[in-house]
T-cell receptor, first 117, second 108 residues
Framework: GAVVSQHPSWVICKSGTSVKIECRSLDFQATTMFWYRQFPKQSLMLMATSNEGSKATYEQGVEKDKFLINHASLTLSTLTVTSAHPEDSSFYICSALRGREGIKKLFFGSGTQLSVL | RKEVEQDPGPFNVPEGATVAFNCTYS??????FFWYRQDCRKEPKLLMSVYSSGNEDGRFTAQLNRASQYISLLIRDSKLSDSATYLCVVGLRGKLIFGQGTELSVKP
């Protein structure tokens, strides 16, 4: 079964609205989660690293005020796309590290396809 | 130069064919190497880790050449179910860097 749950799978929204995507680790605590974005026919691009109890670390070129990340608990990280525009339409996917130091494995959520009209 | 670069593809092969994917990475400090498989609009799934000594898992063989900064994946006796996009992934300083992927289509 799934190790990381991501919700929703699909979102269609109007331009200007905000969209929240949830990423939950099931049966394990994830102090670190990652958020990626993937445009059609392109690679996954890391947007930010979400750290439980502290501020997220954003990659160069990713607007932190546009993509709000909250990692308030050890099993939940959320990504909010604020005032979404058509150019934000993309496949967003989260991942979480599971395991002990030196023996960690990365698990992905099932992804969220965002379409902004 | 892209950090991780793969063959552009797509590869269209008949069932039973052997297909090879190539990948190069730019940062010599890269620490870990993987091949992932991604089906359309789905999450990537780990196919195999890649070690310097080379490793095999059934029909799949992965090779790493650190000197050339080159990674390969060989699929033998390809099946229809192998059709997917194959992602070369490099780990560096706790982050994963993905190649753009090479699409494989296996035809009957």
């Amino acid at each position: 079964g799934a190790v990381v749950s991501q919700h929703p799978s699909w979102v269609i929204c109007k331009s200007g609205t905000s969209v929240k995507i949830e990423c939950r680790s099931l049966d394990f605590q994830a102090t670190t989660m990652f958020w990626y974005r993937q445009f059609p026919k392109q690679s996954l691009m890391l947007m930010a690293t979400s750290n439980e109890g502290s501020k997220a670390t954003y990659e160069q070129g990713v607007e932190k005020d546009k993509f709000l990340i909250n990692h308030a608990s050890l099993t939940l990280s959320t990504l909010t796309v604020t005032s979404a525009h058509p150019e934000d339409s993309s496949f967003y996917i989260c991942s979480a590290l599971r395991g002990r130091e030196g023996i960690k494995k990365l698990f992905f959520g099932s992804g969220t396809q965002l379409s902004v009209l | 130069r892209k950090e991780v670069e793969q063959d552009p593809g797509p590869f269209n092969v008949p069932e039973g064919a052997t297909v090879a994917f190539n990948c190069t990475y730019s940062n010599s400090a890269s620490q870990s190497f993987f091949w992932y498989r991604q089906d359309c609009r789905k999450e990537p799934k780990l196919l195999m880790s890649v070690y310097s000594s080379g490793n095999e898992d059934g029909r799949f063989t992965a090779q790493l050449n650190r000197a050339s900064q080159y990674i390969s994946l060989l699929i033998r006796d390809s099946k229809l179910s192998d059709s997917a996009t194959y992602l070369c992934v490099v780990g560096l300083r706790g982050k994963l860097i993905f190649g753009q992927g090479t699409e494989l289509s296996v035809k009957p």
